[in-house]
């Protein structure tokens, strides 16, 4: 089981020997590989969203088709198979965890270049299905680089591998984000405005390919001593290993306390995650042009996501998880109050770059941290499955709201939107001081 380290241990430890944890080669293959994995979530939500807007999906409809992004709220469904099935011929080849990161890699793949080929504005109907095809997949590849991640390194480097993983996920997904608008721009020319199928169907091709250096490092990772399993006599016995057996671990190590857990995992991410659905509508609608988004998230973006997760991988060292999952918390809550302030500002791209640069800080720091306090509460003898569960509470409850968004900007506009997902934060202050009470009694 991943260690739990308290604020007294995580102080003994140098600042020297808490940076020194980013050189191991477990914590910089997490760059490449946690760039693999934030890739494909904007493609089917954020970035999507800015596509359908521009081609004349209303905000309703989009806000609705955020329910993909479910797929990765109900993984914990499917995470034994990837835990314990083999795929025939390949896991003998690769072993348990590559083969399932291999499989899944390349069948985002070829999803993302379906939605390359469909146009919205035509037929909104075959983009959609793409759409879902790359977000099961997309969950499952993070199933196997979770439980990939947990089984590479010590307890100790947890949280630097924590770090370093969603480093290379924001980057993906500003890629995925910038990136893309910016690609898009560039083929669509001069013309700017307006919605040009040729254009998004380039960029999204180039998103496809962008996952290339992630199956390199796949192909040339080690894989990870699997951890000891119970060879099964029969059906009955693998189910229980599978499927039992994790959740059952999970409930007798907490007990009463795994309510509070879940509770936590539930909502901690929900004012970001509710307010993500609607932020490129809003872009759209603020009148920023595809080219101005990109040049404000990939620069400001960029350096701040980098500052935000490596100041959470590290503090998270120094000080001890819960405190620095406080912290996050309250910065997550409060950058929302930001959009709400710029919808008042309208189009100044100097304000943009200000909310986004506060945005990207606080979700850096706050996702550093939630991750590596999730490792944290696995068993590794499960930590495909049990990662899995407890990721998926963190965004089931989330997109379900998120959901409704579109509907709620209609109603009551952007600025009321923006001010009720910072309140949505509230309650996770109140979540995350109780779990901390819990967290000292354990240690």
Known sequence: MIENTSPSEASARTWRESWRLYLQPASLRMLLLGFSAGLPLLLVLGTLSFR??????????????????????????????????????????LGRRRSWLLLSQAVIMAGLVGMALNDPSQLLGPLVACALVVAFASATQDIALDAYRIESAEVNAQAALAATYQTGYRLAMIWAGAGVLWIAARVQGTETTGYAQAAWQTAYVVMAFSLLPGMWIVLA???????????????????????????????????????????????????????GIMANPFYVDMGFTKDEVAAVTKLYGVVMTLVGAFIGGVLSARWGVMRILMLGAILSAASNLLFAWLSGVGHDVTALIWVVSADNLASGIASAAFIAYLSSLTNISYSATQYALLSSMMLLLPKFIAGFSGDFVNAFGYASFFQVTACLGVPVLLLVALASRVHARKE
């Open 52 to 93: 359908l807007r521009e081609a004349g999906i209303d905000r309703s409809t989009i806000g609705y088709l955020s329910w993909v992004g479910l797929a990765y709220g109900v993984k914990w469904m499917w995470a034994p198979l990837v835990d314990r099935m083999p795929i025939p011929w390949l896991t003998a080849r």
């Open 221 to 275: 990772s080690p894989e990870p001593v699997p951890a000891p399993m119970k060879p099964a006599r029969n059906l009955a016995e693998w189910l229980q290993g599978a499927l039992v057996d994790p959740f059952a671990d999970f409930w007798r190590r907490y007990r009463w306390q795994a309510v509070l857990v879940l509770a936590l995992i539930a909502v901690y991410r929900i004012s970001d995650v509710v307010m």
